[in-house]
């Protein structure tokens, strides 16, 4: 589904990477070691050289507006634009109902984003992501804020969606988190991603 060849820019060595359908790897590593690098230049938010290609797609034949909705990064920390929560969700109707089961209240929707804490953040940028139905999700450390019963919930939407056939990058320093949700693992240090050993290791 998703394949990279020699991905590259300032801080972030060759990468060739494939991904298929419905399939999640988890990438860890240390802070500053690339990782956020490698979403955005995945989602072609900066400048970067190197070919994507979705479905057999090169990225450069589709709009980039198209791209990111297909192809869409949610990192740690989400940029909000309106001052209400609802401003970001054009069609409450589908939002809430994906917001519910993420342990939130419908009422979110009437909040404003300034009394929001970091786990609600990290819940309503997943919600916004997942209403794009994208191919593939660049998640930037998605659970990292939330308590294990609502690190749950955002693990099971995830698993539906890869049973779906989304394919998702996750990036996570929760090694058992990285277990249950990846059939493949990588370690990112000074800008060069290094598969790990074990089952499905590697491209």
Known sequence: ???IRHLTRPGLEPVDLELAEGQC??????????KS???????????NEGEVFLNGQSRESIPAPSWRRQVVYVPAEAGWWWDRV????????????LMMRLGLSAQALEWEVARLSTGEKQRLALTRALLASPRVLLLDEPTSGLDPDAAAKVETMLQERLADGTAIVLVTHD???ARRMASRHFSMEAGALTPLPGPGAGR
């Open 25 to 34: 790897i988890a990438l860890g590593g240390p802070s500053g070691a690339g």
């Open 37 to 47: 690098i490698l979403m955005r230049a995945i989602a072609d938010l900066d400048p």
């Open 175 to 177: 090694a058992k988190q």
């Open 1 to 3: 589904m998703l394949k």
């Open 86 to 97: 609802g401003g970001h969700f054009p069609d409450p109707d589908l939002a809430a109902p």
